[in-house]
């Protein structure tokens, strides 16, 4: 195959799939990793694509580009139920308190496995904005549900606004599970709707520990609106560990990570 030919494929998957990885290309066209990440600078110097660490995403990708809640479910499905189990390690058998769970497809993916939870667990206080999670989680033995409501966006399900945050603000959860859309060095965690990050930022003041769930898409990605700083995060749980700036700066905000 040659060069040219080979990157108008990767050109293509990009396109499609929203995020390539070195070592996928390398053995998906039988050549070396070196190869794909020349094809990779060759792609971006024409535009096309978008270098990220391990990989390329579409140099079309906004900072306002939100997929909707139906599309993202059926996005990265496995990395996010991994990340959900290795994320739940922080609610043992004995833990006792409250959990506010954010809105976003891994977060549900969360609440999927709490509502599946085995006999012997202690009774679980759990608090949501979103409806999504709500829906999963309404009517499961040993949890008690605590929704707060608000102008509901259709595309993401879950409740914002004034009335939200203030809602959010009166609360002091032991432990909150947030998503992101981005999470980069410089702008911290970020999503593209202001009132998200609004409430997403009250989350994280209100509560006594933060657990980012964020799969590597998100991982040195910008968008819109800065919602929270490294320092605000105990611990990131992601499907591939942070790299270079990202890792040190995580580092120096004392921030954990757990790698699903």
Same mark, same amino acid.
Do not use: C
């Given at each position: ?6 990157? #108008? ?19 998906? /066209?039988?050549?070396? !990793? ?15 694509? =978008? ?28 990395? &996010? ?34 509502? #599946?939870?085995?006999?012997?667990? =202690?009774? $679980? ?6 409806? !999504? ?26 409740? *914002?606004?004034? +009335? !939200? ?10 432990? @909150? ?9 410089? /702008? ?6 202001? +009132?998200?990050?609004?409430? &997403? ?9 933060? /657990? ?5 898409? &998100?991982?040195? @990605?910008?968008? $819109?609106?800065? /919602? ?10 992601? +499907? ?16 954990? *990570?757990?790698?699903?």
């Amino acid at each position: 195959m040659y060069a040219t030919e080979r990157q #108008q494929l990767i050109q293509h998957l990009v396109t499609a799939e929203g995020r390539v990885a070195v070592v996928d290309l390398a053995r998906r /066209f039988g050549v070396t !990793t070196e190869t794909v990440r020349r094809d990779l600078d060759q792609l971006e110097g024409l535009g096309t694509i =978008r270098r990220v660490h391990g990989g390329a995403v579409p140099r079309t990708r906004a900072s306002t580009a939100e997929l909707s809640l139906a599309e993202r479910t059926g996005r990265a499905g496995d990395a &996010k139920l991994a990340i959900a189990e290795r994320a739940l390690r922080a609610i043992p058998v004995d833990f006792e308190g409250s959990v506010y769970l954010d809105a976003g497809t891994t977060t549900a993916a969360i609440a999927h496995l709490l509502a #599946q939870r085995p006999v012997g667990f =202690r009774p $679980l206080e759990v608090v949501t904005h979103s409806m !999504t999670v709500a829906h999963l989680l309404a009517g499961a033995p040993g949890l008690s549900l605590t929704a707060i409501g608000g102008r509901v966006r259709g595309l993401t399900a879950a409740a *914002v606004g004034a +009335d !939200t945050v203030r809602a959010v603000s009166r609360l002091r959860p032991d432990i @909150a599970f947030i998503g992101t859309n981005g999470l980069s060095t410089a /702008f911290g965690l970020s999503t593209p709707d202001p +009132d998200e990050a609004a409430v &997403k930022r009250a989350v994280i003041a209100a509560a006594r520990r933060t /657990f980012v769930v964020a799969d590597a898409d &998100k991982l040195d @990605a910008e968008l $819109l609106v800065s /919602f929270g700083d490294l320092s605000d995060i105990d611990v990131l749980v992601s +499907d591939a560990p942070p790299h270079g700036d990202l890792a040190d700066a995580l580092n120096d905000a004392d921030a954990e *990570v757990w790698i699903a």
